[in-house]
């Protein structure tokens, strides 16, 4: 179906805080601690000269190098199954895992430079093809160097391996920064992940110095590839101009099918409740025996919170994500019997103060019986 907003809506894992110990003052052992947001801040090449990454944290993996910890996702952002990872020029190697609940299967499609294709669930063959197929410790090279989607589960035992192994035997790094794609495409929410990337330091710091950052005051590197890091000091390759981040998709203007009407019903204070008619034509009903129906939060890109739109869609008992390739999952109502005025009445939780201080709108749509979504847009 045609939904209110963008289809995917990969959330970068660096707008979560790096929390990152610090060394105790003389004579104490109270470690405290200094927290990071955005890939810039997190991994500028400072500290100790040579080895470590955004902290003088006084050890090197190995000579030369530095290491790169994955902060922590956790909690409620779990909730947002597409998320991605920069890896940036000057990657040797790559660990990345989570944890799943113990005895339950999950399937995931990452790809490395794009978005991954597969939406739709693994078949039972295809989940056990992923499962006896699995290769992990040399799977980073793999995703580097195939542009195809790459499929990993979990074999129900808790820890779940994403990504491993070294790009290849002799150390070698990866030339440009590039952001991996990681979907969710079947099973329960991890309940977190983390992850290490080790890289040689010198490349790294190059390729650092040529990434072209979003404007965003948490700043990740931009959706594209960032410049080829240059191969000596006096004759650095400049910097191709990034590509304009892709534009949140807006929501289609609404068609004229069905008439929609709303009133709020609830008092000053209290969480704003809707009255929603929902008025078709006897021709629409006798057409259509069930339908389908959408209320959703449009919460508008704002610099701050949001680099792009985000939407939350409202169940009767809750809000929700919408988890593609199943949007019946968020539905309102779902395969209601149709009837010339159906109405709805939510609350949506939060009062009218409350929802016009983050700019949010609520939108209405509903899916008829032949399966085409009618989008009646904003509504409040």
Same mark, same amino acid.
């Given at each position: 179906?045609?939904?209110?907003?963008?289809?995917?809506?990969?959330? @970068?894992?660096?707008?979560?805080?790096?929390?990152?110990?610090?060394?105790?003052?003389?004579?104490?052992?109270?470690?405290?601690?200094?927290?990071?947001?955005?890939?810039?801040?997190? =991994?500028?090449?400072?500290?100790?000269?040579?080895? #470590?990454?955004?902290?003088?944290?006084?050890?090197?993996?190995?000579?030369?190098?530095?290491?790169?910890? &994955?902060?922590?996702?956790?909690?409620?952002?779990?909730?947002?199954?597409?998320?991605?990872? =920069?890896?940036?020029?000057?990657?040797?190697?790559?660990?990345?895992?989570?944890?799943?609940?113990?005895?339950?299967? +999950? #399937?995931?499609?990452?790809?490395?430079?794009?978005?991954?294709?597969?939406?739709?669930?693994? +078949?039972?063959?295809?989940?056990?093809?992923?499962?006896?197929?699995?290769?992990?410790?040399?799977?980073?090279?793999?995703?580097?160097?195939? *542009?195809?989607?790459?499929?990993?589960?979990? *074999?129900?035992?808790?820890?779940?391996?994403?990504?491993?192994?070294? %790009? *290849?035997?002799?150390?070698?790094?990866?030339?440009?920064?590039?952001?991996? =794609?990681?979907?969710?495409? @079947?099973?329960?929410?991890?309940?977190?992940?983390?992850?290490?990337? *080790?890289?040689?330091?010198?490349?790294?710091? #190059?390729?650092?110095?040529?990434?072209?950052?979003?404007?965003?005051?948490?700043?990740?590197?931009?959706?594209?590839?960032?410049?080829?890091?240059?191969?000596?000091?006096?004759?650095?390759?400049?910097?191709?101009?990034?590509?304009?981040?892709?534009?949140?998709?807006?929501?289609?203007?609404?068609?004229?099918?069905?008439?929609?009407?709303?009133?709020?019903?609830?008092?000053?204070?209290?969480?704003?409740? &809707?009255?929603?008619?929902?008025?078709?034509?006897?021709?629409?009903?006798?057409?259509?025996?069930?339908?389908?129906?959408?209320? #959703?939060?449009?919460?508008?890109?704002?610099?701050?919170?949001?680099?792009?739109?985000?939407?939350?869609?409202?169940?009767?008992?809750?809000?929700?994500?919408?988890?593609?390739?199943?949007?019946?999952?968020?539905? =309102?109502? @779902?395969?209601?019997?149709?009837?010339?005025?159906?109405?709805?009445?939510?609350? %949506?939780?939060?009062?009218?103060?409350?929802?016009?201080?983050?700019?949010?709108?609520?939108?209405?749509?509903?899916?008829? +019986?032949?399966? @085409?979504?009618?989008?009646?847009?904003?509504?409040?």
């Amino acid at each position: 179906m045609g939904t209110f907003a963008q289809a995917a809506n990969f959330v @970068s894992v660096h707008q979560s805080a790096l929390r990152i110990a610090l060394p105790p003052a003389p004579g104490t052992f109270t470690y405290p601690f200094d927290n990071k947001v955005g890939f810039k801040e997190q =991994y500028a090449p400072t500290g100790v000269t040579g080895c #470590a990454i955004g902290f003088g944290t006084g050890g090197c993996a190995f000579p030369g190098g530095g290491s790169l910890s &994955l902060p922590e996702f956790t909690g409620f952002q779990m909730q947002n199954q597409e998320f991605k990872i =920069y890896i940036p020029a000057g990657t040797r190697s790559f660990l990345f895992s989570g944890y799943a609940p113990q005895g339950t299967q +999950s #399937a995931f499609v990452l790809r490395y430079g794009k978005e991954p294709t597969r939406v739709a669930a693994l +078949s039972g063959s295809e989940y056990q093809s992923a499962q006896t197929g699995e290769r992990i410790d040399s799977s980073f090279a793999r995703l580097v160097t195939q *542009d195809v989607d790459h499929f990993v589960v979990h *074999d129900g035992g808790g820890t779940l391996r994403f990504v491993g192994g070294q %790009l *290849d035997a002799n150390r070698g790094s990866t030339d440009q920064g590039q952001w991996l =794609y990681v979907r969710q495409l @079947s099973g329960a929410v991890l309940f977190d992940y983390q992850g290490a990337l *080790d890289v040689d330091m010198p490349k790294y710091a #190059a390729g650092y110095n040529a990434i072209s950052w979003t404007t965003s005051p948490f700043p990740d590197p931009v959706d594209t590839a960032s410049p080829t890091t240059p191969t000596t000091p006096t004759t650095p390759t400049t910097p191709t101009t990034p590509t304009t981040p892709t534009t949140p998709t807006t929501p289609t203007t609404p068609t004229t099918a069905g008439s929609v009407t709303t009133n709020v019903v609830s008092t000053a204070g209290q969480p704003l409740k &809707l009255d929603i008619t929902l008025t078709q034509t006897a021709a629409e009903v006798v057409a259509n025996g069930k339908t389908s129906v959408w209320i #959703a939060a449009r919460i508008p890109a704002n610099g701050l919170f949001f680099t792009t739109d985000v939407w939350f869609f409202r169940k009767v008992d809750g809000w929700a994500q919408l988890v593609v390739p199943n949007p019946e999952t968020v539905a =309102y109502s @779902s395969q209601i019997t149709n009837a010339a005025t159906l109405k709805f009445t939510p609350t %949506l939780d939060l009062t009218a103060e409350d929802l016009r201080a983050f700019n949010i709108e609520i939108y209405f749509g509903f899916k008829n +019986s032949s399966g @085409s979504f009618v989008n009646k847009g904003k509504i409040w």
